[in-house]
């Protein structure tokens, strides 16, 4: 079986307008070298690379790109972030054999673009240019890319940039958090495909699932304001094909600065560049609360997030497994059922709205809607079903999901979500049984049959 790669890729689709500021250095040929003192700067002005001082008593040095225009010059990539420039002479050159090469007075290394077999610069007279978009490019004369960092982030993702990530390896690129915000070093988080499908996203603490995205459903969502000022939106759109998944970002007209970063926290959060602030603000920062925290509300249990202060809830027809420690609120429990299910023509599916879909499906492809629920419906441990389809390029893709086993890290959101169908005995459905399949529905259950 061939694994697939997730992509997340950030498109700016605004056109605003960028004041050009030529800038004569944003470029390194072989033979230069950038010194400590000196810098690269983006052709409009808006990034540098350059080394940064962080930590104190005494500072290290990290050559990394940041923000150059604006008050607060958060820091997007670092290079050498497990190795430290800790010498009064270091430089940051194209070598022989067209890699960059980041070494001290002695020629020991601190980091390189390590690409195998990229050539005699010679032949290929590579160069390295800072780009507007904050991609550090090595390229060759002919311009085949040959490093950038776009591909290699650490933990920051920009507009324009391609995030893959294989939900079999975990690996391809990821983002790692910093270990605190004055040491970029590799700290305990990081953001990538899960394992077994490439349908969601997740924050790892260690090896430990932190916080789970939602299950991709082929529409649009996740938009937020980033500034009260400007009232940017973000727009998270994954597009899927067969085994393959595309994650886009965009963000409405009149963009600000924007970048999305996995926190040395754990929280992956959402920011935009407030001009009348003059400061970063975060638009959205998941997880938000203690109860969105992956698997948090157990088994069978959900985070509702419609809640002025999101709670743990048990789905419909469940009930907290261990009373005493849920009322004290410890989750971790979950929830049973009220009744066992008897597998038979007295099961239900309840219909749960705006859910965030729980975790440990099964997913089944090119079902229709009615196939997905007979399988289901077949199969007396499957718990839930839920489907979802849509068309990309020139295919249609559909997406039905089982559950076999617990249902795990759902939630509950007022707008976005979808619906989840929960099996249930016919006599949880409380004093209204379900005796026709019209009022099943009026009752928002919906009938085997
Ligand atoms: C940067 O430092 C190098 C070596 O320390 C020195 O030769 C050079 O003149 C400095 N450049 C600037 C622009 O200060
Ligand atoms: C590149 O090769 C030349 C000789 O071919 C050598 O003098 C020089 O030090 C080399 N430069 C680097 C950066 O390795
Ligand atoms: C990372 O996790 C380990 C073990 O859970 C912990 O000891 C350490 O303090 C954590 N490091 C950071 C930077 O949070
Ligand atoms: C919007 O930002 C301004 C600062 O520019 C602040 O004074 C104001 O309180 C903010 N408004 C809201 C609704 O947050
Ligand atoms: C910018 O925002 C951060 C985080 O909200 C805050 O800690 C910092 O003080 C702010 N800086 C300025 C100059 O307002
Ligand atoms: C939380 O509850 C579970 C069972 O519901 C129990 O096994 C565990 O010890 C409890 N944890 C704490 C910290 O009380
Ligand atoms: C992923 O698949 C493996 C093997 O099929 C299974 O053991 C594991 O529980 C699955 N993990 C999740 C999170 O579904
Ligand atoms: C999808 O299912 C239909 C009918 O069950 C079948 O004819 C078709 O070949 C299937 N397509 C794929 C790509 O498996
Ligand atoms: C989605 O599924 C429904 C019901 O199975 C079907 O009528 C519709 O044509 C499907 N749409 C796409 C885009 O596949
Ligand atoms: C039901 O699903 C379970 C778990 O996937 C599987 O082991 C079992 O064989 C299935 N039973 C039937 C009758 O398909
Ligand atoms: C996709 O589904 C639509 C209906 O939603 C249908 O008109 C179209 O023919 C389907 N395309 C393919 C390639 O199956």
């Not at 991709?216 to 899927?240: D, H, K, M």
């Not at 048990?314 to 907290?320: A, I």
């Not at 997905?372 to 893709?397: D, F, L, R, V």
């Amino acid at each position: 079986m061939e694994w697939p790669l997730l992509y997340l890729a950030i498109f700016l689709l605004s056109s605003s307008s960028h004041l050009l500021v030529c800038a004569s250095d944003d470029r390194l040929s072989p033979g230069e070298s950038i010194s400590l003192n000196e810098t690269l700067v983006s052709d409009d002005g808006a990034f540098a690379l350059g080394f940064f001082p962080l930590g104190n008593s005494p500072a290290n040095l990290y050559l990394a790109i940041r923000y150059n225009n604006i008050a607060q010059k958060a820091i997007v990539w670092v290079a050498n972030r497990e190795k430290p420039i800790n010498v009064p002479l270091a430089t940051l050159t194209i070598s022989n054999d067209s890699n960059l090469l980041l070494i001290d007075a002695k020629r020991s290394i601190f980091w390189s673009s390590n690409v195998k077999n990229a050539g005699s610069s010679k032949n290929s007279s590579p160069i390295a240019v800072l780009l507007n978009s904050g991609n550090l490019v090595l390229r060759e004369g002919s311009g085949a890319i040959l490093w950038q960092s776009f591909d290699h982030p650490t933990d920051t993702v920009l507009l324009g940039m391609k995030f893959k990530s294989s939900y079999k390896t975990y690996e391809a690129s990821k983002l790692t958090s910093w270990k605190d915000p004055q040491d970029p070093s590799s700290g305990n988080f990081s953001f990538c495909a899960g394992p077994n499908t490439s349908l969601q996203l997740f924050t790892w603490q260690g090896s430990e699932p932190y916080w789970r995205d939602g299950v991709w459903n082929g529409r649009l969502y996740s938009a937020g304001q980033v500034t009260n000022s400007s009232y940017v939106t973000y727009e998270f759109i994954i597009a899927t094909a067969d085994d393959e998944i595309e994650v886009t970002f965009r963000l409405s007209d009149g963009s600000p600065n924007a970048r999305i970063k996995l926190d040395h926290s754990g929280q992956i959060q959402f920011l935009g560049w407030d001009y009348s602030l003059n400061n970063w603000t975060i638009a959205r920062a998941e997880p938000s609360s203690t109860c969105d925290e992956y698997g948090h509300c157990g088994p069978f249990g959900y985070c509702d997030r419609t809640e002025s202060v999101p709670t743990c809830k048990c789905m419909k027809g469940f009930e907290p497994k261990f009373q005493s420690d849920w009322n004290r609120g410890n989750f971790s429990g979950g929830c049973v059922r009220r009744t066992a299910l008897k597998c038979g023509s007295r099961d239900v599916f309840s219909i749960m709205e705006s859910m965030k879909l729980p975790d440990r499906f099964l997913f089944l492809k090119n079902k229709t809607v009615g196939e997905c629920k007979a399988e289901c419906i077949a199969n007396c441990s499957c718990n839930a079903y839920a489907y979802a389809n849509w068309s990309m390029g020139t295919g249609n893709i559909s997406r039905c999901l089982v559950w076999m086993g617990e249902l795990i890290d759902a939630g509950m959101f007022g707008n976005e979500g979808e619906n989840l169908y929960l099996r249930l005995d016919g006599s949880d459905l409380g004093p209204i049984r379900v005796l026709k399949q019209n009022l099943a529905t009026i009752n928002q259950f919906e009938n085997f049959g």
